[in-house]
């Protein structure tokens, strides 16, 4: 069996436009303030957060940085629940 491999993409403006599907809920990046008291709120490190890769399409637009965390928004039967994941 031939080994096949696989070409990632370069990132260009064209292939990291901001998703816009009612699905897709909204992916904010956080400021470093921010960060902090999200972390002192729930009494955790970064590394205790839920991961989220850097080339997730969703949040290729904030061109983001390992160790940035980002907050996610997602309205579930009409309640409004807030995420937070850590790039890596």
């Known amino acids: 069996m031939a080994i096949r491999r696989v070409r ?4 260009t403006a064209e292939n ?5 599907h009612f699905l897709v809920p909204k992916h904010e990046l956080l400021k470093e303030d921010e960060t902090k008291k999200v972390l ?3 009494g ?7 991961k989220i ?3 997730d ?4 637009h904030l061109e983001v940085k ?7 928004a ?3 039967d009409h309640i409004d629940n807030t995420y937070y994941r850590v790039v890596v």
């Open 53 to 55: 890769r850097s080339d």
């Open 40 to 42: 002192e709120k729930y």
């Open 57 to 60: 399409p969703a949040i290729q």
């Open 66 to 72: 390992k160790g940035d965390v980002i907050r996610i």
């Open 16 to 20: 990291t436009k901001k998703i816009e």
């Open 44 to 50: 955790i490190g970064k590394d205790q957060l839920p």
């Open 8 to 11: 990632r993409k370069k990132r």
């Open 74 to 76: 997602r309205k579930e």
